[in-house]
DNA sequence: TTGGAAAGTCAACAACGCTGACGTAAACTT
DNA sequence: AAGTTTACGTCAGCGTTGTTGACTTTCCAA
């Protein structure tokens, strides 16, 4: 693991890719990306008082309306008085409506408001113009690469819920 | 930007990879990938008293030996305040040695000690295990797809600092 | 009817960003 | 030689966002 080489011996393929170095610059390419990836939205949010977390937060009700908060907990990954506090301002705001459960009242269904979901137009739409001209210059074989490599890097369940998304978004 | 499609019209190019679902789904699958990256090592820095920003300290130092601490500064991002925290919990528990420029007295250069390489050498094995099988299982192709949207998705001065270190390392 | 899940709240805390201000030493620039 | 800039460290204070722990209310289901 520490001998410079990704595995040690296999049958003929060419697993140079596979090598400490090539995972290493791996690893710093998606940390560099990454910080690309947050950097339009983020300089919008600075303006209002929110931040990366009511981002995410409006991405996934917007994406998953009627979602209910423990539902929107398990996609964000983070703990339900985290969460709350996000959410306590965004419907204070009038950017979330939280509605009680028809069937189950105990539950709170999530829906963007009208400015809701104006935010969260403004905020996709500043991180796809970034990704679409990557996208578009990596080309599509490079881009099918990107997502396959992104999917089997996720934990099971992240990846589980990642698809569920994709289905639902068609 | 709002209607559901990445481009207007083109010369006869499949751009359906550039359609805002699509670019949306890629946002996700960042997302969730993300979070899988980083939490092999995450988990092994809460025992310890440190964090992620620890864990960044230092792989740029182990990956750029004898690096000053305003060079370190534009590879991470952060300002000095901020930074300094970090490096100077990682001074007092011997982990990094800070060493008095030779030529320029005002420069600190910035090395792992031995125990500084060991904790590095656990932290990025614990990475790379996540990352290797997702490279392994998604194959040269999809890696280098992978890659070239990463690079692309830089912004230009951290593609600039990602493609330095890359010579050094070989 | 009682146990427990779901949701919300309060309090306290930690990591890690930020700004602003200040100090020191070294290195440049004029 | 004097003045300015650069590199670094540090103090103080603040904001976002994560955490635990404890507690209440609501309400479904056994």
Redesign the interface.
């Known amino acids: 693991?520490?001998d410079g080489r990704?595995?040690s011996s296999h049958s003929g393929e060419?697993?140079l890719?596979?090598t400490?170095?090539q995972?290493?610059?791996?690893?710093?390419?998606?940390?560099?990306?990454?910080?690309?990836?947050t950097?339009d939205p983020d300089r919008i949010l600075v303006d209002m008082a929110y931040g990366r977390a009511h981002h995410?937060a409006i991405?996934f009700i917007n994406?998953a309306p009627g979602t209910t908060v423990n539902n929107l907990l398990g996609l964000l990954?983070v703990t339900k008085q985290s969460l709350n506090r996000v959410l306590r301002t965004l419907i204070a705001d009038g950017l979330v409506q939280s509605q009680v459960g028809k069937s189950d009242k105990r539950e709170r269904h999530l829906h963007l408001t009208e400015a809701g979901r104006a935010l969260e137009?403004t905020l996709?739409?500043a991180?796809?113009?970034?990704?679409?001209?990557?996208?578009?210059?990596?080309?599509?074989?490079?881009?099918?690469?990107?997502?396959?490599?992104?999917?089997?890097?996720?934990?099971p369940e992240?990846?589980h819920?990642?698809m569920r998304?994709?289905e639902n978004?068609?």
């Open positions: 693991m520490a990704g595995t060419n697993l890719f596979l400490d170095e995972l290493r610059q791996a690893i710093e390419a998606m940390f560099f990306a990454y910080r690309g990836f950097a995410r991405h994406r990954g137009q996709s739409d991180q796809r113009v970034r990704m679409r001209s990557a996208f578009r210059e990596a080309g599509p074989e490079a881009v099918a690469g990107f997502r396959t490599v992104l999917e089997t890097m996720m934990d992240m990846r819920s990642y998304l994709k978004g068609g």
